[in-house]
C-alpha cells in the first residue's frame, strides 16, 4: 500500500484546478438507475469512491464507462440484473446506500448492505427507511441487509426528518421523482450537493422545488430520461488547498470554484488572518502571518462543515494563542488528534470539543489516515512539520482527493506517492 511522504518546510504558490465534487457525483451517478438510456457525465473525480459506485452500478446491470481524459462518464441505464448492493461493495463507501432509493422507486424491491466508510461514528440510515415507510415501502432487516419492497409505485407523502441528512435526502429525493404523486421533505439538508441532485432531476424530467433549502416538494413522475451534465466543483478540495496555502505562508489560486460555495470557510480563514477574495477565474488564498485563534462549531450547511474541521485545526495548531474547535456533526471524529500530537501539537480533547493551544512546532513523524478528511489534516501538517512525514494508509485520501501529491508538488510542495510496507 503506497504511502504520501511529505519534506516540510516548503510555501505553496501558484495555480491549482480544483476537481468535480466526489459529493455530488455519486448520487447522480445512482439517479442513472431512474431512467433507460445513455447519460454522460463530466467533471467527475478519478477517486477510489467514484470507482466503487461504478462497480456497483454494472454490478446491478449497468453499463458504467470512463473516456480517456477520465473525467466523463458514460452510463447506459437499462432494467437492473441485480437489485442487490452486496456488503463487499458497500463496505467501502457509505455512499453506495444511495442505489435504495432509485431500485425500490423503479422496481418495487432493493437489498441493500447496511453501510460502511469513514470510522468517524455512528451514521444510521433510520431517516431513510423512515422516509420510504412513509411512502409505501415495506422494510426488512436480515442478515446485515435492508430490503425494501413495495408492491406497487411508492406514493407521495410528507416525511419530516429528525435531522438533516444529506444521503436521507437525497436517497428519498430520487425515490420520489418516480412516487405517485407529491413528496414534501421537511428539514431537509442544504448542502450545495443536494441542490446539485435537484438540478440534475430536473434536467432528467423530474419535477423538485426547493433542493438546497429545508423544505424540498418533489412532484413524482412516471419515468425520466437521460442526462448530460457536468458536476460543480469540490468545496471540500478548495477548501483543503486554502487552508494549505494559509499553513505555509503561500499564495495560492484556486482555479475554477466561486467564493460561494466556500463562504462558511473563507470567514473562518478571514477571522485567522488569511487573505480570501473572489477574482477572475477562482479564489485567491494568501496566508500571513502571525495566524490568529479562531473558535469553530461544526453545523449542517450552509454552517461550517465538519468535512473541513481537521484542516482548521492544523492551522489552529500554527495560531498564536488558544482555539477551541467544537464538532457537532459525528461523535469519533477527533482521530487525528492523537496522531497530530505525535507530531507536536498541543491539543486537549474534552467531549465533544477540542482546544488547541498554539503556536505549536510541529515535526515530521510516521502518521496514520484514520479517515478521508484525517488524513487531508495530516498531509497540510507534514507541510509545515520539521522534517519528514510519511502519511500511512493513503487510500483514505484516494477516496476523496484526485492526485493530491501531483496537485502539492505543482504548487512546491516537496511531497511524493512511496510504495509502503507489503
Same mark, same amino acid.
Given at each position: 500500500? !503506497?504511502?504520501?511522504?511529505? =519534506?516540510?518546510?516548503? @510555501?505553496? $504558490?501558484?495555480?491549482? /484546478?480544483? $476537481?468535480?465534487?466526489?459529493? #455530488?457525483?455519486?448520487?447522480? *451517478?445512482?439517479?442513472?438507475?431512474?431512467?433507460? &438510456?445513455? $447519460? @454522460?457525465?463530466?467533471?467527475?473525480?478519478?477517486?477510489?469512491?467514484?470507482? @466503487?459506485?461504478?462497480?456497483?452500478?454494472?454490478?446491478?446491470?449497468? !453499463?458504467? $464507462?470512463?473516456?480517456? !481524459?477520465?473525467?466523463?462518464?458514460?452510463?447506459?441505464?437499462?432494467?437492473?440484473?441485480?437489485?442487490? /448492493?452486496?456488503?463487499?461493495?458497500?463496505?467501502?463507501?457509505?455512499?453506495?446506500? *444511495?442505489? *435504495?432509493?432509485?431500485? +425500490?422507486?423503479?422496481? &418495487?424491491? /432493493?437489498?441493500?448492505?447496511?453501510? &460502511?466508510?469513514? #470510522?468517524?461514528?455512528?451514521?444510521?440510515?433510520?431517516?431513510? *427507511?423512515? %422516509?420510504?415507510? /412513509?411512502? &409505501? #415501502?415495506?422494510? =426488512?432487516?436480515?442478515? %446485515?441487509?435492508?430490503?425494501?419492497?413495495?408492491?406497487?409505485?411508492?406514493?407521495?407523502? =410528507?416525511?419530516?426528518?429528525?435531522?438533516? @441528512? +444529506?444521503?436521507?435526502t437525497e436517497n428519498l429525493m430520487m425515490a420520489a421523482a418516480l412516487a405517485r404523486g407529491r413528496t414534501t421533505l421537511v428539514n431537509a439538508a442544504r448542502e450545495p450537493e443536494v441542490e446539485e441532485l435537484g438540478r440534475v432531476l430536473n434536467k432528467m424530467g423530474g419535477h423538485v422545488e426547493g433542493a438546497g433549502t429545508d423544505t424540498v416538494i418533489i412532484e413524482g413522475r412516471e419515468g425520466l430520461h437521460p442526462v448530460d451534465h457536468a458536476i460543480i466543483p469540490d468545496r471540500i478540495e478548495a477548501g483543503t488547498f486554502a487552508v494549505a496555502a494559509a499553513a505555509t505562508g503561500g499564495d495560492v489560486l484556486l482555479a475554477g470554484i466561486s467564493i460561494e460555495p466556500i463562504e462558511a470557510i473563507a470567514h473562518k480563514l478571514r477571522r485567522a488572518g488569511v487573505e480570501v477574495r473572489s477574482e477572475e477565474g477562482g479564489v485567491r488564498v494568501r496566508g500571513h502571518r502571525p495566524i490568529r485563534p479562531t473558535n469553530l462549531t461544526t453545523e449542517p450547511h450552509p454552517g461550517f462543515p465538519t468535512d473541513m474541521q481537521a484542516q482548521l485545526m492544523v492551522l489552529m495548531c500554527l495560531a498564536e494563542g488558544t482555539s477551541v474547535i467544537t464538532e457537532t456533526i459525528f461523535e469519533n471524529r477527533f482521530m487525528h488528534v492523537a496522531e497530530l500530537q505525535r507530531m507536536g501539537a498541543t491539543i486537549e480533547v474534552r467531549g465533544r470539543s477540542a482546544i488547541v493551544r498554539g503556536p505549536c512546532v510541529l515535526n515530521g513523524a510516521p502518521v496514520m489516515a484514520t479517515d478521508l478528511r484525517a488524513s487531508a489534516s495530516l498531509v497540510i501538517a507534514g507541510l509545515v512539520a520539521r522534517g519528514t512525514t510519511d502519511v500511512l494508509r493513503v487510500y483514505h485520501i484516494d477516496r476523496g482527493y484526485e492526485r493530491i501529491e501531483e496537485k502539492l508538488a505543482a504548487l512546491g510542495a516537496a511531497v511524493r506517492r512511496v510504495p509502503g510496507a507489503a
Open positions: 500500500m !503506497d504511502n504520501i511522504r511529505i =519534506e516540510g518546510g516548503s @510555501t505553496l $504558490s501558484g495555480r491549482v /484546478a480544483i $476537481s468535480g465534487a466526489k459529493n #455530488a457525483a455519486l448520487p447522480i *451517478l445512482a439517479a442513472a438507475i431512474l431512467g433507460d &438510456g445513455e $447519460s @454522460t457525465i463530466r467533471n467527475v473525480p478519478d477517486l477510489r469512491d467514484i470507482g @466503487t459506485m461504478a462497480r456497483l452500478l454494472r454490478h446491478l446491470g449497468l !453499463d458504467v $464507462s470512463r473516456r480517456d !481524459d477520465h473525467h466523463v462518464l458514460d452510463i447506459v441505464a437499462r432494467p437492473v440484473a441485480h437489485d442487490d /448492493a452486496p456488503y463487499e461493495l458497500v463496505k467501502q463507501m457509505r455512499a453506495s446506500v *444511495l442505489v *435504495l432509493g432509485p431500485l +425500490v422507486a423503479r422496481y &418495487g424491491r /432493493a437489498r441493500v448492505s447496511l453501510p &460502511g466508510g469513514c #470510522a468517524i461514528g455512528a451514521r444510521p440510515i433510520d431517516q431513510h *427507511l423512515k %422516509g420510504l415507510e /412513509a411512502m &409505501g #415501502a415495506k422494510i =426488512e432487516l436480515e442478515h %446485515g441487509y435492508v430490503i425494501a419492497s413495495t408492491s406497487g409505485p411508492l406514493r407521495g407523502a =410528507e416525511v419530516v426528518f429528525d435531522v438533516p @441528512t +444529506v444521503t436521507g
